[in-house]
């Protein structure tokens, strides 16, 4: 069990490039940078790179990556994606975000990373069993037959720092990925640089998830009050183009600005770009606000590229809902409470390392811990890292569901598949309308597939794709369900 991050802390980072975004060097270097890294390693990593805003009619640069086929299979890899005011910019985010990608899935997937054993082993040197429970939406902290099956339950640990509390732990982070995903995942040209963006991603996810979860009506930010020229001009390229936005304060008094977006195109040429969403964080508004607006251009033209060029299905922002009418997003437009720009919150300075102590001050008022994982590659060398924080809340599928969910994905990880069974049988007990659902019937197959009963494991498939057909799309799932048919 390696750990990268050590008690030593941050470390002084100063930034050498402020147009619009914060990084330690210029775009230019980190493209340069970002090649180079990506050329060296054994496998090709990028296929491509090429720009896909002049799909769209706003003129913002967006790009994206696309990935080798072998890594997509392997480690589970996307195409990367990537924004900017400027095309350089743009091009930077796409090339990073596909090393933070490949950065953290390889960490997750290596198993000399992870020592495994249940929580009870490791208790007092770890967070409390408490923080496992707190991103799902119900509260099972008081459960007694949840907990007490979770801490029993293997978990695989690693060396990870709590900023918080400014010490090095064991932190059983696959267990928080399986709930939360990519969120907080981040590469930058520095550790601390890619520290501050993940936090500002988990805090953007988590603050667009309580105003879409409990509909907040939050304060309309009064569009002639910005006065950063960058942000003016990207707003007015939405103007130009006849698109509308309604601009909102989204930082709900943590401290952190956050920007929320909904940008109301009535001449898209796609009804999934009609109405769209973004939210943009960091310590500095202007940039939170850059970034939001960058954010809504970037996904424009991702959904224009997957459905006009992929033929693939777009869906909306992350933890966004999909609005069909402004109507359905009147808490988004309301325009009852109004704020000027300048009265939120911001603070900015010249070293990441400082920038990252005052976030970290800002949200141990409210309770929340930073947890951070350094999941640098060891052949890229370029700094990445995961942050957690395990108060914060998503609007994803898997907070949605019971923990046994998840304790049936920890088994599963580790190859116990008669224990996971288990666990879906105990998940299914308490929300029996999860015996419907498609993708858990195929996790639940694959489980039986394993141990090699194959009847009830082409059932389970059998259902999930009668209730899901879109299932039949995914070449990963119809191989694995021709093997199972094969043994039969």
Request: with cysteine.
């Amino acid at each position: 069990m390696e750990g990268h991050f050590t008690s030593i802390g941050l470390r002084s980072s100063i930034k050498g490039y402020t147009f619009g975004q914060d990084k330690v060097v210029p775009p230019e270097k980190t493209i340069s940078n970002a090649t180079l890294r990506l050329n060296e390693i054994e496998m090709p990593v990028v296929e491509k790179v090429f720009r896909i805003d002049n799909l769209d009619r706003i003129g913002i640069p967006a790009f994206t990556c696309q990935i080798n086929q072998d890594l997509k299979q392997k480690l589970g890899l996307t195409d990367s994606f990537g924004k900017g005011v400027t095309a350089e910019q743009a091009q930077a985010s796409a090339l990073m975000e596909a090393i933070e990608r490949l950065s953290c899935m390889s960490f997750l997937r290596e198993e000399s990373n992870f020592k495994i054993a249940p929580y009870s082993q490791f208790q007092g040197k770890t967070c409390s069993l408490t923080d496992l429970l707190l991103p799902f939406d119900k509260d099972y902290k008081d459960n007694q037959a949840i907990i007490g099956d979770l801490i029993q339950t293997p978990l695989c640990w690693t060396k990870s720092f709590s900023l918080t509390k400014n010490k090095e732990i064991l932190y059983p982070i696959r267990w928080f990925t399986y709930i939360y995903g990519t969120t907080g995942f981040a590469a930058g040209n520095s550790l601390e640089e890619a520290i501050l963006q993940g936090i500002c991603e988990v805090l953007e996810r988590h603050s667009i998830s309580s105003v879409v979860k409990e509909k907040i009506t939050t304060p309309s930010i009064e569009v002639n009050s910005i006065q950063n020229p960058i942000a003016k001009e990207l707003i007015s390229k939405f103007y130009s183009a006849g698109i509308e936005l309604f601009i909102n304060d989204f930082s709900l008094g943590l401290g952190v600005p956050t920007v929320g977006i909904l940008a109301h195109d009535t001449h898209s040429p796609l009804k999934t770009i009609r109405i769209y969403n973004a939210a943009g964080t960091h310590l500095n508004r202007d940039n939170a606000l850059i970034r939001a607006l960058i954010e809504v251009a970037q996904h424009r033209s991702q959904v224009l590229f997957r459905e006009g060029i992929q033929k693939k299905e777009g869906g909306p922002t992350y933890c966004f809902p999909r609005f069909k009418s402004l109507d359905e997003a009147k808490y988004l437009t309301n325009k009852n409470i109004k704020v000027k720009f300048n009265k939120l919150p911001s603070y900015s300075h010249k070293d990441f390392k400082k920038e990252i102590e005052r976030t970290v001050q800002v949200l141990s008022d409210s309770h929340f811990e930073v947890v951070v994982t350094d999941v640098t590659h060891p052949s890229l060398k370029v700094p990445a890292v995961m942050v957690t924080i395990s108060k914060s809340r998503l609007n994803r599928p898997t907070t949605k569901m019971n923990p046994y969910f998840i304790m049936a994905r920890s088994y599963i990880g580790i190859g116990r598949y008669h224990e996971a069974i288990e666990c879906f049988e105990k998940a299914f007990e308490l929300d029996p309308l999860e015996r419907e659902n498609p993708r858990m019937l195929c996790r639940l197959g694959l489980c039986h597939k394993r141990i090699k009963n194959y009847h009830m494991a082409a059932q389970l498939f059998e259902r999930a794709f009668e209730l899901n057909p879109k299932l039949l799309l995914s070449k990963k799932l119809v191989q694995e369900f021709a093997a199972i048919v094969r043994q039969l």
